[in-house]
């Protein structure tokens, strides 16, 4: 027990003594794997029953072919040299899931990242890197074909802010208006990342750290690096005097203002509780999925069969009786509206909410109009 009161009363100890752990558990996924590159580049095993290193790492601690071939491509790309059991100082803290996701994202991309960012945050990195790579060479050449033939004077730096603006375009009122330093209006977290597509280059990788920006074109693996005040020169050169903001987007890219603009990066929240940070941003911010339904087609309602034994009714007053049913509302469709709308709150869709909202207001009111018309009825 006084083991543990001495935990809780001194945070930073606590802190450093995990995160030492958490050093010890990355350098050993190295070692690991140079320890296997000696068996299987050694005569290590000659006086072993195994044949080769497969067998022997199998045989010996339950480890299969591709999890051998993980640790050894772990050491291959992360230790000194790329032969030893020393993790390099730029991958300290990674942990190993980072770092094994991290294997299938290219050199450029990964030399980027830090320890910070959460497996989340690599894997859709990861992601938007394949979706670029599934296009081929040929395909990026005809969609942008103009382009490539005929490339802009503008630095890679000018062409992606150019790019983040229309994308999320939130950020370019916030710039424009004033509304709060640069750094903490495109850095809410650290780092921040923006993915976007420049024409005739493709998908680039914005990373914003407090040092300054780095850049990488993911078709091309290029990269640049440019300084805060580089950035805010950039937003200054996209952006076109005007009454507001929404008229110098509009006179910047030609289109009417979007009404449901991508959310920007959200910034960190403090979690006092356990003294640590919550990330409540994702990589690249993205507008909310649309969770609207569309309404269902009113079906009548069916006459209920009638039995054997009751009094058949004339065929006027049954005419008159059908046309005054009401159709059969779906209940259901206005609860889904409700749940949809308390999502988009969370999401801070205001707009899509009021909609949404506004539609279900309409069915009540003709649910409550076709009920007062039966009660007039009777």
Known sequence: MEQLE???MDYSKYRQELQSELQKTSEGFVRIGYLLKLARDTAILQDS?????LDFANGEFGLDKSTVSRFIRINDKYSEGGFSDKLLEQYQGFGYSKL???LTIPDAVAEELTPQMSKADIQ???EEIEEEKAI?????FEQNAEVIMNPPTESLLLQTITAIGKDFSRIYLSIFDGRADIKEIMMPVEPSTYVTRVPGKGKVILIAKSEGI?????RSEAKASATWEELAQSWKEIMIPAVSGKESWEKTYGESFPEEPKEEPKPEKDNKAAGVKEKVAPVQPKKPPKVNTPKKEKQPKKEPEKKVEEKTVPIEENQAKTASE???F???QILENLENAAKLVKNLDFIQCRDLLADTITLLNELNEEGKKDDDTE
């Open 100 to 102: 094994a996701l991290m």
């Open 6 to 8: 001495e935990w809780q």
């Open 49 to 53: 029953q195994y044949s080769n290193y």
């Open 330 to 332: 779906d209940i259901s």
């Open 124 to 126: 859709e990195i990861k």
């Open 136 to 140: 081929s060479d040929v395909e990026h």
């Open 326 to 328: 009401k159709p059969d």
């Open 214 to 218: 780095s850049l990488t074109e993911v």
